[in-house]
């Protein structure tokens, strides 16, 4: 399966939805995992359909989530 700009990665999706039902804002998310907050915001506003895994990563963890490959 490719990822298209019509269909970003799961990981992406599921990303989101950790981010809309965090109760802390976007702007805290962003200071604590050092990605700018008008990246997170464009994520959120279906701006960027594959975005940078290191950044997905940082927000990943300070969600205190973990990204992870399986075969």
């Not at 019509?6 to 998310?29: Q, Y």
């Not at 050092?34 to 997905?56: K, Q």
Request: glycine share 4%; proline share 6%; charged share 30%.
């Amino acid at each position: 399966m490719s990822n298209t700009p019509d269909r970003p990665p799961w990981a992406f999706v599921e990303l989101k939805r950790a981010i809309r039902g965090e109760a802390r804002t976007v702007e805290e998310i962003a200071k604590s995992s050092g990605v700018d907050r008008n990246t997170i915001h464009r994520w959120l506003n279906g701006l960027t359909a594959n975005p940078n895994i290191a950044e997905v990563d940082k927000v990943a963890r300070a969600l205190r989530l973990k990204l992870r490959l399986i075969k």
